[in-house]
């Protein structure tokens, strides 16, 4: 999946620069120079990644930072600042900023910590995919589980009905077709006695029978 990355900041000048170091490394970059303009482009094409000055004409970037709900997935959001005092640092952070840059930015740095965001959301939606399929296999181990006790409670009753049968049916031919039914049910419990025992040995490999 491509990384987008929207940059905030009313700077000309570092808008004109930063934005082709960033396409350069392969991002797809979009711009805005007020909080107006940055709202609008959420609105319509959440970024990845939010780059954000917190000076803006029509406000302060932290607005904005509140305007970044945590449900979902969220951008993940580097704020750049003329401010590198603690209060601001930490103002920033506890709003959920992911990193904090000073001006002038020092490029390579920012290219680092893009490229941080970037794996750090990467290994995210990884951690979310792998929980996925871990519900989604104990789904299918207990919707198993439960099939096969139920198929196990059917064979019991078929066997027991067809023995109860047999000891009143005197026609050789119907004789032929309960014994028929016998050997077939006990056979599939034998199966299922050995998938349950393939599940002990190697529940890797029989993930869905289980005990």
């Keep these: 999946m491509e990384t987008s990355l929207l940059l905030v900041d009313d700077d ?6 930063l934005l082709p170091v960033l ?11 007020t909080l107006h303009e940055a709202r609008l482009h959420m609105q319509q094409q959440p970024p990845t990644l939010l780059l954000l000055d917190l000076s803006l ?5 932290f607005s904005l930072l509140n305007h970044v ?8 959001i580097i704020v750049i600042t003329g401010s590198d005092t603690l209060e601001t ?15 002038p930015v020092n490029y390579e740095l920012l290219l680092a910590t893009v490229q941080r965001a970037v794996s750090y ?12 399929m871990r519900a ?32 009143d049916v005197s026609d050789p031919a119907v004789l032929q077709v309960l014994e028929r039914i016998v050997n077939a049910a006990d056979q599939a419990a034998d199966t299922l006695v050995k998938l349950r ?12 029978m289980v005990e």
């Excluded at 396409?23 to 805005?32: E, P």
């Excluded at 989604?136 to 109860?164: D, K």
């Excluded at 025992?197 to 869905?208: D, F, I, K, N, W």
Aim: proline content about 5%; glycine content about 8%; charged content about 25%.
């Design 23 to 33: 396409r350069r490394q392969g991002y797809q970059v979009a711009r805005a120079s």
């Design 12 to 17: 000309a000048v570092l808008q004109a620069t």
């Design 57 to 61: 004409p029509d406000g302060n970037g």
């Design 197 to 208: 025992q393939m599940h002990r040995e190697a529940p890797g490999l029989v993930p869905t």
């Design 121 to 132: 959301r990467q290994f995210q939606r990884a951690a979310q995919e792998l929980e996925r």
């Design 89 to 103: 640092v930490v103002e920033a952070l506890r709003r959920g900023a992911f990193d904090y840059l000073t001006k």
């Design 136 to 167: 989604y296999n104990e789904g299918v181990r207990v919707m198993a589980s439960t099939a096969a006790h139920n198929v196990s409670q059917f064979l019991t009753i078929i066997m027991g009905e067809t023995q109860m049968l047999q000891e």
């Design 69 to 76: 709900q945590p449900e979902g997935e969220r951008p993940l």
